[in-house]
């Protein structure tokens, strides 16, 4: 459970919270197509990453362990 | 005053001095507020040492309390208080008197700049009024791997500002050791010297930039790490893990040369537009995939304890 939590606590941090000024401004324009500038498409590396370097630590530590 | 009450209830349940849990919390929220007072000296490295200090302190096995040496106050006394205050304030005072362009050099990367990163730092400073000399001495007898801790976050953490000072120097070495690496590996490969170096091959060529220097990369490992100690650290060797964590710097900084020089030689060998469009995604792939490497090399030696710590 306290996994679970963790990981959805990193991924709630981990999204990209540029996107929601974005669609404010294409509020105006529902058909306009849409694009991450450079600063979302790093938040959103930045988060993909983290979370595989957080589910192997806790892969780590579960196999650690058990192996105790 | 609900927020108060709950924050005293925390208090009281933790294992460590309340008193050193109240001055850690005072100096926070006097560093939070001087940043708001005075934006110039905007940094959140003295903000993330001192949360550093008191979440590891709450993470330590909590012998502090049995081994104090004398009562304490639960509080730290009044007139130290109002000395720490007049401390922030006269910090305010200072920084308002300052000449504009001094306090414009925030950030900057000459000496006006790196000086006035101390004074950004110094905001921790009017901390020491709170408690007696003694007292911290105790202190940092007990809570000296969690006093270690908050001074590599204080300096390391978050290190873009050292990259871009160290950047015409290490831009050149990162190009060089590209160049050295890619060499064998495509034929005719380049090297033109610039503050960002450029990698010609004959199908692609590969400007270094900043963004390049490998900083994402510190900054991911920075973050992990923090996490792996934050839920490791009664069990960790302190000593073996500071140093895991230079080991993991330089882990990462090589890991981008070699994350680099695959793009080169990809790229110059019939992968260009793959590379070209996807760098960005596999850099932080390979960014993770190192700091797991490096992870489940030094993880078991990390949590080894000491010999003097070794159960008889």
């Given at each position: 459970m306290k996994k679970f939590t963790l990981l959805a606590a990193l991924t709630l941090f981990a999204t990209p919270h540029l996107t929601l000024a974005h669609e404010d401004h294409d509020r105006d324009d529902p058909g306009r197509h849409r694009h991450m500038n450079a600063s979302e498409f790093i938040s959103a590396g930045f988060a993909a990453a983290a979370l595989i370097g957080v589910v192997g630590y806790l892969a780590l530590r579960r196999r650690g362990s058990r192996q105790n | 005053?609900?927020?108060?009450?709950?924050?005293?209830?925390?208090?009281?349940?933790?294992?460590?001095?309340?008193?050193?849990?109240?001055?850690?919390?005072?100096?926070?929220?006097?560093?939070v507020a001087d940043q708001f007072v005075v934006p110039a000296l905007f940094s959140t490295a003295p903000l993330c040492a001192l949360l550093a200090c008191l979440v590891l302190a709450t993470r330590s096995h909590g012998d502090a309390l049995t081994s104090l040496?004398?009562?304490?106050?639960?509080?730290?006394?009044a007139w130290r208080v109002l000395g720490f205050f007049?401390?922030?304030?006269?910090?305010?005072?200072?920084?308002?008197?300052?000449?504009?362009?001094?306090?414009?050099?925030?950030?900057?990367?000459?000496?006006?700049?790196?000086?006035?990163?101390?004074?950004?730092?110094?905001?921790?400073?009017?901390?020491?009024?709170?408690?007696?000399?003694?007292?911290?001495?105790?202190?940092?007898?007990?809570?000296?791997?969690?006093?270690?801790?908050?001074?590599?976050?204080?300096?390391?953490?978050?290190?873009?500002?050292?990259?871009?000072?160290?950047?015409?120097?290490?831009?050149?070495?990162?190009?060089?050791?590209?160049?050295?690496?890619?060499?064998?590996?495509?034929?005719?490969?380049?090297?033109?010297?610039a503050l960002y170096p450029t990698l010609t091959g004959p199908s692609l060529d590969v400007t270094i930039l900043l963004s390049c220097s490998g900083i994402n990369g510190i900054e991911l490992f920075d973050a992990l790490f923090a996490l792996v100690v934050f839920c490791e650290w009664p069990r960790l060797n302190k000593r073996r893990?500071?140093?895991?964590?230079?080991?993991?710097?330089?882990?990462?900084?090589?890991g981008n040369i070699l994350r680099i020089t695959s793009f080169v030689v990809l790229g110059n060998h019939g992968f260009a537009d793959f590379i070209a469009r996807f760098h960005v995604n596999a850099g932080w792939l390979f960014f993770s995939l190192v700091f797991l490497f490096f992870l489940s090399s030094t993880y078991r030696w990390m949590l080894t304890p000491s010999p003097a710590n070794r159960p008889a």
């Amino acid at each position: 459970m306290k996994k679970f939590t963790l990981l959805a606590a990193l991924t709630l941090f981990a999204t990209p919270h540029l996107t929601l000024a974005h669609e404010d401004h294409d509020r105006d324009d529902p058909g306009r197509h849409r694009h991450m500038n450079a600063s979302e498409f790093i938040s959103a590396g930045f988060a993909a990453a983290a979370l595989i370097g957080v589910v192997g630590y806790l892969a780590l530590r579960r196999r650690g362990s058990r192996q105790n | 005053m609900c927020f108060s009450l709950a924050l005293s209830n925390i208090v009281e349940k933790l294992r460590v001095p309340r008193f050193f849990v109240w001055t850690l919390l005072l100096a926070l929220a006097a560093a939070v507020a001087d940043q708001f007072v005075v934006p110039a000296l905007f940094s959140t490295a003295p903000l993330c040492a001192l949360l550093a200090c008191l979440v590891l302190a709450t993470r330590s096995h909590g012998d502090a309390l049995t081994s104090l040496p004398s009562p304490s106050a639960p509080y730290p006394v009044a007139w130290r208080v109002l000395g720490f205050f007049a401390a922030h304030a006269a910090l305010i005072w200072i920084v308002y008197r300052l000449d504009a362009s001094v306090s414009r050099a925030s950030g900057a990367l000459n000496g006006v700049g790196w000086a006035f990163l101390l004074v950004k730092f110094a905001v921790l400073a009017p901390m020491l009024v709170l408690l007696p000399w003694r007292t911290w001495r105790y202190l940092a007898r007990t809570y000296a791997a969690e006093f270690a801790a908050a001074a590599v976050v204080l300096v390391t953490f978050f290190p873009r500002r050292v990259m871009e000072a160290l950047w015409p120097v290490y831009g050149q070495f990162v190009g060089r050791c590209v160049h050295l690496l890619g060499w064998p590996l495509v034929s005719n490969l380049g090297y033109v010297k610039a503050l960002y170096p450029t990698l010609t091959g004959p199908s692609l060529d590969v400007t270094i930039l900043l963004s390049c220097s490998g900083i994402n990369g510190i900054e991911l490992f920075d973050a992990l790490f923090a996490l792996v100690v934050f839920c490791e650290w009664p069990r960790l060797n302190k000593r073996r893990t500071l140093a895991a964590y230079f080991i993991g710097v330089v882990a990462m900084t090589l890991g981008n040369i070699l994350r680099i020089t695959s793009f080169v030689v990809l790229g110059n060998h019939g992968f260009a537009d793959f590379i070209a469009r996807f760098h960005v995604n596999a850099g932080w792939l390979f960014f993770s995939l190192v700091f797991l490497f490096f992870l489940s090399s030094t993880y078991r030696w990390m949590l080894t304890p000491s010999p003097a710590n070794r159960p008889a």
